[in-house]
């Protein structure tokens, strides 16, 4: 079974950064895309970043240009750099494959980015 923990949350003001970091319990980078997802409240969870294996990046619309994706296949650990916060930010930060497998998510990592 593999087990996915998120850390690197936090509080900061806007235009302030953040390092996120997904650990896996075992190997599943190599042959995977994987993403960041995340959900504000209220809200549906939603992909904002994804790599693939073969280290091509997506992003969506909302983070293109501010946030980072990279892995660490070695390590076992994908990365989420996020410059230049905004409040709209403000959610619950998951790492999984893509797509998404439902007994992959952890419990995530709060960011939350204040005015």
């Known amino acids: 079974q593999v087990q996915l923990v998120e850390s690197g949350g936090g509080l900061v003001q806007a235009g302030g950064s953040l390092r996120l970091s997904c650990a896996a319990s075992r190997s599943i980078f190599a042959i995977n895309t994987m993403g960041w997802y995340r959900q504000a409240p209220g809200g549906w969870r939603e992909l904002v970043a994804e790599?693939?294996?073969?280290?091509?990046?997506n992003y969506a619309d909302s983070v293109k240009g501010r946030f980072t994706i990279s892995r660490d296949n070695a390590k076992n650990t994908v990365y989420l750099q996020m410059n230049s916060l905004k409040p709209k930010d403000t959610a619950v930060y998951y790492c999984?494959?893509?797509?998404?497998?439902?007994?992959?998510w952890g419990q995530g990592t709060q960011v939350t980015v204040s005015s």
């Open positions: 999984n494959v893509v797509p998404a497998r439902s007994d992959y």
């Open positions: 790599n693939t294996s073969g280290g091509t990046t």
